[in-house]
């Protein structure tokens, strides 16, 4: 079958295929997969009928439209990689939080869940250092400590 590229409110990909998921159980539509890529923001991969797929996307929230050009799986091959991501900061390393609530914050890493990609840091400017667990993409490494 065929795969299409369905865009969606960025940051909403998720609802959007919980809704796409709802609405397959309570029709029949020909689609056989969806594919949320998290490094492309506001886009889905839809395997499936072209005219199922359009008839689908009309009735769910944060579906924008669907681009109608058919997606080579050579060029999403990528984002279905099962090869985890190196980790390349370690218990102790100086890091600086990049995004998320605490973006620019000076941090110590404490412990590192790898299975999950997250670290448990405390901030190093914080009047209380509370532990804080926060993905590894959120952390850009700044040194260890000797």
Known sequence: ?????????RGREKTAIKSLRAAIKNEDYAIQAILYPQDLKGYLFVEGDQSDIERLV???????GLIKKE????????FISDEPQEINIEINDRVEVIAGPYKGEPAKVERIDEANQKATIKLLEAAVPIPVTIDIEQLRKRSSEE
């Not at 009309?58 to 924008?64: E, F, S, T, W």
């Open 1 to 9: 079958m065929p795969i299409y590229t369905l865009r969606t409110t």
């Open 58 to 64: 009309r009735n769910v929230r944060h579906a924008k």
């Open 71 to 78: 997606v080579e799986i050579d060029d999403i091959e990528k």
